[in-house]
């Protein structure tokens, strides 16, 4: 009897969200509800594409969040696991992007910024030297999974990787109202987040 490593609280959206790529397909599933809805969509994408449902698809679903999470926060790992510097760092930005994703829908109701707008704060981005391309954000399904909250694309999300600065996915920033905050630092009094961390501040400094 196998033992499939799961998730310590169901219940709880993993910081990277709730997402699988079928590895007949190669398509990533993302679920902005919780952990049976995306089950059920990735069943629904299996049928859609005439594939079988194995017994335990449910449980592999379950196993594939459980590796991307930090080990804290599962159960049955292997005893010989090891999360490397790399997989840390990914665990701390998806982290930071699902924390901001989740402000700008319940802080600022998904407001974006028009299409123009969000082209020319790309443009600074991408050749802005706090622009860290390190992480492969297309091969760990972030682009999927921003994208689906997003609802936009880019030209130059290809070259864009995570700001430096606050830690956040850069595409998951740049069509939206809301503030972040920066972690590492100050942004660039070129950058387009300045101001708006700057404002985002105000209240809370005249407290
Ligand atoms: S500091 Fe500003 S301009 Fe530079 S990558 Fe971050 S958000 Fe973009």
């Given at each position: 009897m196998p033992i499939y490593p799961r998730l310590k609280n169901r219940n709880m959206e993993p910081p990277g969200g709730w997402i699988y790529r079928d590895l007949d397909t190669g398509m990533w599933t993302a679920s902005k509800k919780n952990i049976d809805d995306l089950i059920a969509q990735c069943i629904a994408h299996r049928r859609a594409n005439d594939l079988p449902i194995p017994s335990d698809f449910a449980q592999k679903i379950e196993t594939s969040l459980a590796f991307s999470?930090?080990?804290?926060?599962?159960?049955?790992?292997?005893?010989?696991r090891k999360i490397g510097p790399r997989a840390i760092t990914l665990y701390h930005v998806n982290k930071a992007t699902n924390a901001y994703l989740l402000g700008w829908r319940l802080k600022a109701g998904m407001a974006k910024v028009d299409g123009d707008e969000a082209l020319g704060r790309a443009e600074t981005c991408a050749s802005?030297?706090?622009?860290?391309?390190?992480?492969c954000l297309t091969c760990n399904g972030a682009d999927q999974w921003i994208g689906a909250w997003t609802g936009r694309r880019s030209k130059f999300d290809p070259v864009l990787g995570v700001c430096e600065q606050d830690g956040i996915i850069l595409y998951a920033t740049l069509h939206s109202k809301h503030p972040p905050h920066p972690l590492n630092g100050v942004f660039p009094?070129?950058?387009?987040k300045a101001e708006m961390a700057a404002s985002a501040l105000e209240p809370a400094a005249a407290q």
């Open positions: 999470v930090s080990p804290e926060l599962a159960i049955d790992l292997p005893d010989d802005c030297k706090f622009n860290n391309r390190t992480l009094a070129f950058c387009w």
